[in-house]
């Protein structure tokens, strides 16, 4: 599939929340995140955003064909997902419930409660050129959606 055809195919009912297994014991509990099995895909990269100062902002971008399971460890955050068409907010604040962000959805968060750790699994290594960072363009990209 060619990069951009994401941005035309794609929408934010693509993404969704996936259950992570819970083990529950008596001195803590354990979930688990599998290549192919809970994340839908083989994780190549992991990263964490946390001590985001009051009101700020991460993400604003979409990627060409890179997936992301966006997990929040600690504390909650917002996830505003964007096809160009539709947007929708998920709120994030259960450490065993992950995102899937699918390629071609622009998606932000914001919102971070004090604390808050917000861990990302990504279907492949960082690749500046698969970003799309420029709202403008990414609307550019989405366009044959509105002429449906």
């Excluded at 998920?90 to 992950?98: A, S």
């Excluded at 604390?115 to 990302?120: I, M």
């Amino acid at each position: 599939m060619a990069e951009t055809d994401y941005h035309k195919t794609s929408s934010i009912e693509q993404c969704r929340i996936i259950e992570l297994n819970k083990h529950h014991h008596a001195n803590g509990n354990l979930s688990v995140v599998e290549n192919g099995i809970s994340a839908p895909f083989d994780i190549k990269r992991v990263f964490y955003i946390y001590d985001v100062p009051g009101g700020e902002e991460r993400g604003g971008h979409s990627h060409k064909e890179l997936q992301q399971f966006i997990v929040a460890i600690s504390g909650a955050f917002d996830v505003l997902l964007d096809d160009g068409v539709n947007k929708h907010t998920v709120t994030l604040n259960r450490p065993y419930q992950g995102l899937l962000v699918v390629p071609g959805i622009w998606s932000q968060q914001y919102n971070f409660s004090s604390g808050s750790v917000c861990l990302v699994l990504a279907s492949d290594h960082y690749h500046e050129d698969d970003y799309v960072r420029d709202y403008d363009e990414f609307k550019r990209l989405t366009s044959t959606k509105n002429k449906k």
